[in-house]
């Protein structure tokens, strides 16, 4: 499944159901999306040919739609801003002080999670690089590895290469300190997160 405080997976050719409140455009074919995260008030979405489409609150541009020239893979959609990963491994963000064309180009990248508090993108060697513009020193980028990670309003979660859980962020909130055991996957919400453990339990 995806990463993001709203996340949403939809595997390659499989059907995009893009409702809710997110400002999705209903009248979009529900055919031909490999991917697709939904943020506060806007979504983001890739179709099989790698363009990447928004659709909602663009006050900031964080729903414009990248040039179709651009290929992703993947994409993250946060509060007043997007991310994606493009098809070359590299990551770049549009929105508010990004521009899509400038790229981070020391992955290779695997994937991307954007937050109100910045964001957080994954290589493929498992190490992670976080930025943005309301990090602070509780937001450093974590040293640990990991296979998944997921970006809340104010805080980040991830599953380490074992399995335990880390989050980081905003410390006032409980999120920051997770619970023991092995987890297979994290999802951050506004102000909680939930994991999936390997024994198929939700936490």
Known sequence: MRHGWKA???AAGAVALLLGAAGCDRTSSRSGWLDVDAGRDHTCAVRDDGAARCFGLDDEG??????????????????????GVWDDA???CWGAEYDAEERLADGPYVAVAAGSLGTCALRED???RCWGFRLNEDA??????????SAGRSHFCGVELDGGAH?????SLATIDP???????IDAGPDYSCGVGEDGTLT
């Open 8 to 10: 949403a997976t939809a």
């Open 62 to 83: 964080q729903g414009s739609s990248p040039s179709a020239e651009l290929v992703f893979t993947r994409v993250g959609a946060s509060d007043r801003h997007s991310c």
């Open 90 to 92: 590299s990551v770049s």
């Open 126 to 128: 498992n190490s992670l």
């Open 140 to 149: 450093v980028t974590p040293s640990d590895d990991f296979l998944q990670i």
């Open 167 to 171: 989050c980081w962020g905003d410390g």
């Open 179 to 185: 619970p023991g055991g092995t987890f297979v996957e």
